[in-house]
Each structure stands twice: as structure tokens, then as C-alpha cells.
């Protein structure tokens, strides 16, 4: 009873201020989430509930509960704490506090850690967001306001929940760019099944969940793939199963991402394919750069290569990798001859503690600490290879760094990709064969 007559006052608290004539011109529901105080415009609160049983909704987003029968209307549950990817407590008394949102003409409920109180703001004193708030994405913050020493997050809840286009272009007019989430189509009549999150808007939050728990960042680069993927991934799982939710998660699906032989030698296979994309050049010299070469395993497999297409040739392979462990030791690897695929055991010599490559082969290669996204002082090149690098930093990064490739290649010089990844065509002309993934400057 103590539990009912609370929500009964805090919902007439909230009618109470929203009726109030008061000095301040703002008002928000302050509530937790995550450990952090957060809140909503009073105006798009219906009221305030506690409930413990959802109806499962089939091939909904992982972070919907399922639907809620609000006195009759049915409607939607969204868990803030797993759309924002946080830790899921579990209730000790099953409950779960829910804020009833209204937006425009819809009505969804919202579970929340705590719900705590109403406060009066004055809307001048809100800031912009700013990423040190990052528990979740920015694009979801409308300001922060602090208020008697507390410090809130207030959420654009227009923005969580726009489900049209419409929608998008109110919310742009106040704030930024709107987003693109679907969650939830009502019947057209109470006789129709219950309805369910729109099953396209998945590859949608698969997007935007992969930058935060893998830091692949889903672009025209490797738009292709992400589709692919997406048909294949929804082809085997439902439900909840179907979002990312966790780094585990996030990682089984990227998994399919990667070239052949990532981490390790190429085999026979897959230096042949790389050899026979390489084409005829009569040249004394070749410039070749590998950024993000890890351990080294990658740029010595090159090395043989280039060396077997091109003898007599003098080569120089600038190998790059900002991860000072890896590279410190890839010029002086050491190991058996069991595990050299074919095409490198003639550049190898036996030494005290085994074989490692012999010095024609270590002297075509300059290991060097090096972050790519600063200057990268190198001569006019050749080759680039970059296996499945791109994908991973910001798209505005990877815009900047195909710029600096084409700046940095010569006239018909070449760049190898990741095998999922692909270049703009009006810069580059395809010339390779899966899963050989490569290009040619179109000049």
C-alpha cells in the first residue's frame, strides 16, 4: 500500500508542476541510470509506473522487454539500460521502475534504475553534451543541466524514439540531426496482433552498435559486406539474439569480416592469388608501405612475394603499427620450418635457436613504431597494403587516410584492402579477385 500511495503522489506531484506557475521555465523527471543521474522533459512524462510482467515480443530488438498493458493500451517497454549497451541489474523484487513516456501520439515505457524526483531548471543554464558523459552515445543527449550541486544528463527522447521523417525535421529544428530508429508500429485496431519492432531497423542498430563494443565503424567501405553479413547473421537467429549486446557478441559477428590468414603466414594459396594481381614492372626500385602490420607476420609474407615477382629488384617495406609491443618484435622472429608455407623457405637460414628469415629479406623491411593517423613522412610509393585496417577507425578518418593514400601513390600504384572492404571507384579501379582485395590509382 506504502508503494502504491508513493507513485500516487509523485504522479500528482508531476500534474502539480506541470500546472504550476513558477519562476523557473523548465522542468525535468530526474531518474538513474548506470549510476549517473539523468532526465527527461516533464512535458513528454505521462506518468510514472512499477511493473514486473512484459509480453514477449518475437524479433524485437534485444532492448525491448516486450509490451505492457497500460490500463487497456498495450504498448511498448524499452530497457534504457541495454539500448545504452549497460550492466542489467537484476531486481530483487522483480519490479522495475518505468517512466511512461508520451511522444507526440505515441506512448512507450521506459525502465529505469531509480526514479527520483522533479526538477525546476532554467533552460539557459543548460550546456551542450559533451563526450566526457559517454556511458552512451551523444547524439542521444539534448544538454546537462546542474541544479543545487547535482549535475543531470538530460535525454532527447524525441530523438531515442523518432520513428518517422517527419519526426526528424522537428527534432533537427531544436537540436541536431535526428535519428533513425523504428521501434514500434501500433495496431490499427485492437483486434490486430501485437505488433513488433520493425525487423529492417536491426542492421540499423547493428551499425551503431559496433563502433561502441569493437571500434569497427560501419561506411561505404565496407557497406557491402555489413548487408551480406546482416542477411546472413538474421538468417540464423530471432529475437534477442539478433542485436549485439555484448563485446562477445560484437566480435562473433566481425568475425567473417577479416581477410584470409589474418595474424599469421600467408599460406601457398593466398600468396599466389596476391602474386598473380601484381603486375609486370620494370623498375630498380619499389616503395611499399604497410601500415597496421602487426607482429610482422603479414609484412614478411609480402616480402617473399615481392621478392619471388620481382628479382633483382631492390624493395623497401616501411611496416608501421602503433603497438610498440607487437612490432618491437617482428625483426627478429624466430621459428620452425614446419610452420613456413612453401614460398618462404627459400629465404630462410637456420640459427642457434631456429629459422628466421635471411638478411636480403630483413633488410627490405623498416619496422618502426608509428601511429597512422599522424604525418607519415614517406617517399612516393608503389604498393600500399592495408589489410582491414581502414574499417576501424571513424569514417572521418578513413576518408582523411584514403586521401593521404592517393596523395602518396604513384601514377598506377597500388593499394591491397581488407577483403570486405572497397574503395571509391571514381579514385580507384578494382583489380583484384576475392578474396584478394586490391586497386589501381585512376589517374
Request: charged share 25%; aromatic share 10%; proline share 5%.
Amino acid at each position: 500500500m506504502a508503494m502504491i500511495r508513493d507513485l500516487k503522489e509523485l504522479n500528482a506531484s508531476i500534474q502539480e508542476e506541470k500546472e504550476r506557475i513558477d519562476t523557473v521555465d523548465a522542468k525535468i523527471v530526474s531518474f538513474s541510470l548506470g549510476g549517473k543521474d539523468y532526465g527527461v522533459d516533464i512535458m513528454n512524462v505521462k506518468e510514472i509506473a512499477k511493473a514486473d510482467k512484459f509480453t514477449f515480443v518475437p524479433n524485437a530488438a534485444s532492448f525491448v522487454r516486450g509490451v505492457y498493458n497500460l490500463r487497456g493500451d498495450i504498448i511498448p517497454i524499452i530497457d534504457l539500460r541495454s539500448f545504452f549497451h549497460m550492466p542489467v541489474e537484476n531486481k530483487k523484487d522483480n519490479l522495475e521502475n518505468m517512466l511512461i513516456l508520451r511522444i507526440e501520439d505515441r506512448v512507450y515505457g521506459t525502465i529505469v534504475d531509480r526514479i527520483d524526483k522533479v526538477v525546476g531548471i532554467n533552460s539557459e543554464t543548460i550546456q551542450p553534451p559533451h563526450p566526457i558523459f559517454g556511458d552512451i552515445n551523444i547524439k542521444y543527449i539534448s544538454g546537462v543541466v546542474e541544479k543545487n550541486g547535482d549535475l543531470y544528463i538530460i535525454l532527447d527522447v524525441i530523438r531515442i524514439f523518432s520513428h518517422n521523417e517527419e519526426e526528424k525535421q522537428k527534432s533537427r529544428s531544436t537540436i541536431t540531426e535526428a535519428g533513425d530508429n523504428t521501434f514500434y508500429t501500433p495496431p490499427a485496431a485492437a483486434e490486430e496482433p501485437v505488433p513488433h519492432v520493425q525487423a529492417d531497423n536491426n542492421i540499423d542498430f547493428i551499425k551503431e552498435s559496433l563502433p561502441q563494443l569493437t571500434h569497427f565503424y560501419p561506411s561505404g567501405l565496407n557497406e557491402e559486406w555489413i548487408r551480406r553479413r546482416y542477411a546472413d547473421w538474421s538468417g540464423t537467429r530471432s529475437g534477442e539474439d539478433l542485436q549485439l549486446t555484448d563485446l562477445a557478441s560484437a566480435e562473433e559477428y566481425i568475425s567473417a569480416f577479416y581477410s584470409p590468414c589474418t595474424g599469421r603466414f600467408w599460406d601457398d594459396d593466398y600468396a599466389s592469388m596476391v602474386r598473380s594481381v601484381l603486375p609486370d614492372m620494370a623498375v630498380n626500385s619499389l616503395q611499399v608501405w604497410n601500415p597496421g602490420c602487426g607482429k610482422g607476420f603479414e609484412t614478411f609474407s609480402l616480402a617473399c612475394v615481392l621478392k619471388s615477382r620481382y628479382p633483382g629488384t631492390a624493395i623497401k617495406i616501411w611496416a608501421n603499427d602503433n603497438d610498440i609491443m607487437s612490432i618491437s618484435g617482428a625483426p627478429n622472429m624466430v621459428f620452425d620450418t614446419d610452420d613456413m608455407p612453401e614460398y618462404c623457405r627459400k629465404f630462410l637460414v637456420k640459427g642457434r635457436n631456429g629459422y628466421s628469415f635471411n638478411q636480403e629479406i630483413k633488410d627490405s623491411i623498416v619496422f618502426e613504431y608509428h601511429d597512422i593517423q599522424n604525418e607519415n613522412p614517406l617517399p612516393d610509393l608503389d604498393i600500399i597494403f592495408t589489410r582491414d585496417l581502414l574499417s576501424f577507425f571513424k569514417v572521418t578518418d578513413q576518408q582523411k587516410l584514403i586521401a593521404d593514400f592517393a596523395e602518396k601513390t604513384k601514377s598506377r600504384g597500388m593499394i591491397f584492402t581488407g577483403r570486405n572492404e572497397i574503395l571509391p571507384e571514381e579514385e580507384w579501379l578494382p583489380v583484384g579477385r576475392d578474396p584478394v582485395s586490391a586497386f589501381v590509382k585512376n589517374d
